[in-house]
C-alpha cells in the first residue's frame, strides 16, 4: 500500500491530535526522572544506583496510562495505518541498552548520563510521527546537555543531569500542549 505525502500528513495530524503529542508519556517520563535524580544523591556506590534508576523507570507505562486517563489522549487510532510505529519506535530504544549495561557495569558513575542521552535520542523520530518539531530540539538540547553535563559535574553532582533531563522533559511537555492545541485549531 502506498500512501501520499498529503495522506500521510493527515494520519500524522490525526496521531498528532488524537494522542496529544504523547504528552502522558512525556508527563510520566519527567516524573521518573525527578525520582532518578532524588536516587541519585543517595549514599550508595554508583552500580547500586544504577540498579536502582532501572527500577525506578519500571512504572513508566502504568504512570502514562494514569496520566492518559486524566489527559484524555487516545493510545489507539483506529483506521491509522502508522498508530503502531509509535509503539516500535518506542521499542528502538532497546537497542540502545547494551550501552547502558555496559556503563553500569564497567563505569557506573557515568551511568545516568548515558541513561539521559539514550531517553534524548530516543525521542528524536517522535518529531516526525507526530510532526512536531518540539521533540527533535528538545532531543537535539538532552542529548547535548547531559553530555556536557556529565563531561564537567563532579561525580557527586551528577543528579543534576537527571534534574536537568526532567526539566527539559516537563519543557517539551508544555512546547507538545501548545502545538496540540494549534493544530486543533487549524
Known amino acids: ?5 498529503e ?21 510520566a517520563a519527567s516524573v521518573i526522572w ?27 507505562l502504568p504512570m502514562a496510562f494514569f496520566f492518559s486517563k486524566i489527559l484524555k489522549t487516545n493510545w489507539k487510532i483506529p483506521n491509522n495505518p ?16 547494551p550501552f547502558l549495561i555496559f556503563t553500569m557495569i564497567k563505569m557506573p558513575e557515568y551511568f545516568i548520563m548515558v541513561y539521559a542521552i539514550i531517553t534524548g535520542a530516543h525521542l528524536f523520530p517522535y518529531g516526525w510521527f507526530y510532526k512536531t518539531k518540539w521533540y527533535s530540539i528538545i532531543s537535539g538540547i538532552i542529548v ?8 564537567n559535574l563532579s561525580f557527586e553532582k551528577m543528579y543534576f543531569v537527571a534534574l536537568f533531563t526532567s526539566a527539559s522533559l516537563i519543557i517539551l511537555t ?13
Open 1 to 5: 500500500m502506498t500512501i501520499e505525502m
Open 7 to 27: 495522506k500521510l500528513d493527515e494520519l500524522r495530524n490525526e496521531l498528532s491530535i488524537k494522542s496529544k503529542n504523547g504528552i502522558d508519556f512525556i508527563l
Open 34 to 60: 525527578l525520582i532518578i535524580a532524588y536516587l541519585w544523591t543517595l549514599k550508595f556506590n554508583a552500580y547500586d544506583r544504577s540498579i536502582f534508576v532501572f527500577i525506578a523507570g519500571a512504572p513508566l
Open 82 to 97: 502508522i498508530q503502531p510505529l509509535g509503539l516500535w519506535l518506542n521499542l528502538a530504544q532497546l537497542f540502545y541498552f
Open 144 to 151: 547535548i546537555g547531559a553530555l556536557l553535563l556529565g563531561l
Open 174 to 186: 508544555s512546547f507538545l500542549y501548545f502545538d496540540t492545541i494549534k493544530k486543533l485549531k487549524q
